[in-house]
């Protein structure tokens, strides 16, 4: 079997795919396999090209082995994702438009880089000496859950199963920052019980009220506008920090195409000021950053990985464009 990360170059510009099966989408490949149906388990052998050492749905690929679709993998790294994994309720980083996959091979970087400050800095143009990452609700520091997230899900009533988990966390001595990253998904999302919402409303002593428009209620938030995961991390984050005697900033990570219109969606919700701001950040701005401040050849390995990210294909068959949208001018830099 192979072990690598399929690139943009690697993958076939169309793929014959019909009612019963989908070809390898990997270059030279002629292998058919069995056509996944929406809700079947992937990871079945009637689904993997052996070759190639993946399981092939109409839309996608998932890695037998995820150290393929992940940059960082030496010992440090693999120990660091044993760890998280003991707190992160769900993970699918093998699969080829994971987000999890993008924010560990994007933010590890940064962090193993020493670029998590400029990154701060980049997003809002002040100064930070010093920040603690948090990924998925694990802390390095505390080597558990991060105890003042545990704390907001304890006072807003979220059951452990099914409680908010920003993507990433950082914190600072004077800002706190909790960060939900998007790659091909949107910010689309709705509670599966609405009836259970009154707990927002009432925790933190009624905090709702104070970080929400007034006259807003809850479900044209959470259910009418569909921005429930946005509105749980600003209640909950905007709680933590207010507690900490911290500034706040809420940063939807997202691609330069994507969600152009949230700051002013989200933002019809909310309660804005200096203590506490919702921001838009583009995962392509990164890129720019890694660009201007590269220093060895990881740098040309994530670099290389922007340019080339594949993630997948329509249902014609055609293969989708890389997501990232990097200005040309720079590309061969």
């Known amino acids: 079997m192979s072990r690598m990360m399929f690139r943009y170059k690697n993958i076939k510009e169309t793929r014959r795919i019909n009612a019963k099966q989908v070809e390898c989408p990997i270059i030279g490949c002629d292998t058919f396999v069995d056509r996944a149906k929406r809700g079947d388990e992937l990871r079945q052998d009637k689904f993997l090209c052996r070759k190639h050492g993946i399981y092939i749905s ?8 995820e150290r393929c679709n992940l940059l960082w993998y030496e010992d440090a790294d693999r120990e660091l994702l044993g760890r998280i994994r003991k707190v ?18 994007v933010l590890r970087y940064l962090e193993k880089n020493v ?17 603690d990452l948090v990924y998925w609700s694990y802390s390095c520091k505390e080597n558990d859950t991060w105890s003042l997230l545990t704390k907001a899900r304890t006072e807003f009533g979220e059951p452990c199963e099914r409680s908010s988990e920003p993507d990433i966390i950082i914190d600072t001595p004077q800002t706190l920052f909790f960060i939900e990253a998007k790659l091909t998904a ?31 209620e809850i479900e044209d938030v959470a259910t009418d506008a569909k921005k429930y995961e946005l509105m749980r991390f600003w209640l909950l984050g905007s709680w933590i920090a207010e507690k900490t005697r911290k500034k706040f900033r809420l940063v939807n990570l997202v691609l ?14 909310i309660v804005q000021g200096e203590s506490k701001r919702f921001l838009r950040f583009e995962w392509e701005r990164i890129y ?17 990985y922007f340019r080339e990210k594949s993630i997948g294909y329509y249902s014609s068959g055609k293969r989708k464009p890389v997501p990232f949208r990097l200005a040309s001018d720079r590309e061969n830099v």
């Open 58 to 65: 109409p839309s996608t690929i998932e890695y037998d082995d």
């Open 256 to 269: 330069s195409h994507k969600e152009r219109e949230i700051e002013d969606v989200f933002g019809e919700f």
């Open 115 to 131: 670029l998590l400050e400029k990154f701060l800095e980049t997003m809002t143009h002040e100064h930070f000496e010093h920040a």
């Open 288 to 304: 720019d950053l890694i660009l201007d401040q590269r220093k060895n050849h990881e740098a040309d390995e994530i670099l290389d």
């Open 88 to 105: 992160k309720r769900e993970s699918r980083m093998a699969r080829e438009n994971s987000e999890d996959a993008v924010t560990w091979n």
């Open 186 to 216: 949107d910010n689309n999302t709705t509670p599966s019980d609405p009836s259970k919402l009154q707990k927002y409303i009432d925790g933190g002593e009624n905090w709702f009220a104070s970080v929400f428009t007034p006259g807003i």
